[in-house]
């Protein structure tokens, strides 16, 4: 059984479509990455998973259970995480923490080791000053540890780490990926390289429609019709240029780099041979992935 | 119940920590201490400004202050008690949709109503205690000074506002279930209170609005009884269940 299934889900405010005719599902035990600009419907889509927001037309099932506007029966499967949480300044992490296991309706026991545990995983076990002094990166980690608390089989991150520094960035993702083991993973986000370090899966969201998704792979292949794109980094400048003769469609990406694409993959060992041939000495010849970044902008642009 | 109890430990918390419990106390103990103070004062500041006033053409014979002087100082600012009341507490709910705390908790589970009760029996409580205290410090001090036996269906008529102060403060939930600002919700809450007040200028309707129930200080002076202020209770808490109802129905859609 998939751990979300959205169908047909549509969702517009003043006359003007933000999701259209949505539809996904993600399954146990994967994350998920939801990729989109700014206003492509992602927030909107998570606060319908939530409850949050009514759906005008559809339906969105967490664990097999259909979520309703207004209700929160089907958030008990669900751990949050906004993109800025917001906490009770005058409380300390551990009284928050405790507050969301009464809540949560967990055995105050329970709630006690879950709550030592997490904030050592998110490392403020040792922040016991009350949370209006946090900075956002401390404010992100206990919001992680929020939305583990009562194990949710499903956690919905919303931008968790797109307000964050690089090292926030990092930590978020970590936990991210450290929590997969226990729970289920949506997160959304407009930085791709996020989606690259830890998604299973993904889905491209624009003007509220899924324009691609399914495995990272998947995503990928679909470009490969084309030939590969090769890096090609020389010691000098000349020889680069000499190389570039050669090539009609090649093009100086550096002082001394060369980018060029390859017809198909036969092509690739001619290219080498010539390099030898002509006894070229290469720093680098590398074979470029398309990014996830050229896919979404070739994408967009239809 | 396990989520009402740590909400409302959550609100007592919030109150104590942020200070308003002690402005509270200090506002109630403050006030109860005043309205004898005051009537007790009032004959000392006439004797001392009665040569200025002679020089007027105005003589200050003997003035006479018992408890009924000091009581009716406790009914001049009762009002006012009420009024910072409201306006501390008047963003009880604004205040969480605007910093957006209400998400993360509403995200775990928590069943919407729960929010408005905690938040109603909380306010109800602050208003209970700071009320009475300031009523129990008044009468005290007028028992040690005067008689308390000069004033009439002193309990009563102190019920009859703190029943006002508890209608006033299921309009702030239902307000807050409706707007999005503080403002908004003061400018609800004062503008039913305006359109009461002055519905109670029609003669016919006056005594069945809430806003009637402000007369009830006169039972102390021996105007009236408590059995006139009966239809203005009983339509006062209907209104109260009414606007706490009003305001679950309405927060369940409520956006946060």
Request: with cysteine; glycine share 8%.
């Amino acid at each position: 059984m998939n751990m979300l299934t959205l169908s047909h889900v549509c969702k517009s405010f003043g006359g003007r479509p933000v999701v259209d005719d949505l539809s996904f599902s993600v399954k146990p035990h994967t994350i998920f990455g939801f990729i989109g600009q700014n206003g492509a419907g992602k927030t909107t889509t998570m606060k319908m998973i939530l409850g949050l927001l009514a759906a005008d037309r559809g339906n969105i099932e967490v664990n097999g259970e259909q979520v309703a506007f207004g209700r929160t029966r089907t958030n008990r499967h669900i751990g949050y995480l906004s993109d800025v949480p917001e906490f009770y300044g005058f409380m300390t992490p551990g009284e928050y923490l405790e507050l969301c296991g009464k809540i949560a309706r967990m055995a105050p026991s329970q709630a006690r080791s879950k709550s030592a545990e997490l904030l050592k995983l998110v490392g403020l076990d040792g922040a016991d000053t009350r949370i209006q002094g946090f900075s956002r990166g401390m404010k992100q980690r206990l919001g992680m540890a929020q939305a583990l608390l009562n194990d949710p089989p499903l956690l919905i991150c919303d931008e968790p780490t797109s307000s964050l520094d690089p090292l926030g960035r990092k930590e978020i993702l970590e936990l991210m990926l450290l929590a997969k083991n226990r729970t289920t993973v949506v997160f959304s986000t407009h930085i791709l390289s996020d989606v690259e370090r830890i998604c299973d899966e993904a889905a491209f969201l624009h003007q509220g429609r899924i324009i691609r998704g399914g495995t990272l792979e998947e995503i990928r292949a679909a470009r490969r019709e084309d030939g590969p794109e090769l890096e090609v980094e020389f010691y000098s400048a000349a020889d680069a240029e000499r190389f570039k003769a050669r090539f009609s469609a090649a093009r100086m990406f550096s002082l001394s780099g060369v980018r060029l694409e390859a017809q198909d993959e036969e092509a690739v060992p001619g290219i080498l041979e010539m390099l030898a041939r002509e006894r070229l000495p290469v720093r680098r010849f590398e074979r470029l992935e398309p990014t996830l970044e050229d896919l979404f902008a070739e994408m967009v642009r239809g | 119940m396990r989520q009402l109890t740590a909400f409302m430990r959550k609100e007592w918390l919030e109150s104590v920590r942020t200070g308003k419990v002690t402005i509270l106390l200090l506002l109630f103990i403050g006030f109860g201490i005043l309205n004898p103070a005051i009537a007790k004062l009032t004959p000392r500041l006439l004797t001392l400004m009665s040569e200025s006033l002679s020089e007027t053409g105005l003589s200050v014979s003997a003035v006479k202050v018992d408890a009924l002087t000091s009581w009716a100082q406790f009914y001049k600012n009762a009002p006012l008690g009420l009024i910072v009341f409201l306006l501390v507490f008047s963003g009880t709910l604004t205040n969480e949709y605007l910093k957006g705390t209400l998400i993360n908790l509403v995200t775990k589970g928590l069943r919407r109503w729960k929010i408005i009760a905690s938040k109603g029996i909380v306010l109800a409580a602050f208003w209970t205690a700071g009320y009475w205290l300031c009523y129990v410090v008044t009468y005290g001090y007028n028992a040690y000074f005067w008689d308390n036996g000069a004033a009439a269906h002193l309990f009563f008529s102190a019920f009859c506002f703190y029943a006002l102060g508890i209608w006033l403060i299921s309009l702030i939930l239902a307000m807050s279930a409706f707007f999005g600002s503080g403002s908004g919700v003061m400018l609800g809450v004062g503008g039913s209170f305006l359109i009461v007040y002055l519905l109670g200028l029609l003669p016919r309707i006056a005594e069945y609005l809430p806003a009637y129930l402000l007369n009830a200080s006169n039972l102390t002076t021996g105007n009236g009884q408590p059995a006139d202020y009966a239809a203005a209770i009983a339509v006062t808490s209907v209104w109260i269940v009414l606007n706490v109802v009003l305001a679950v129905l309405r927060f369940n859609r409520k956006l946060l």
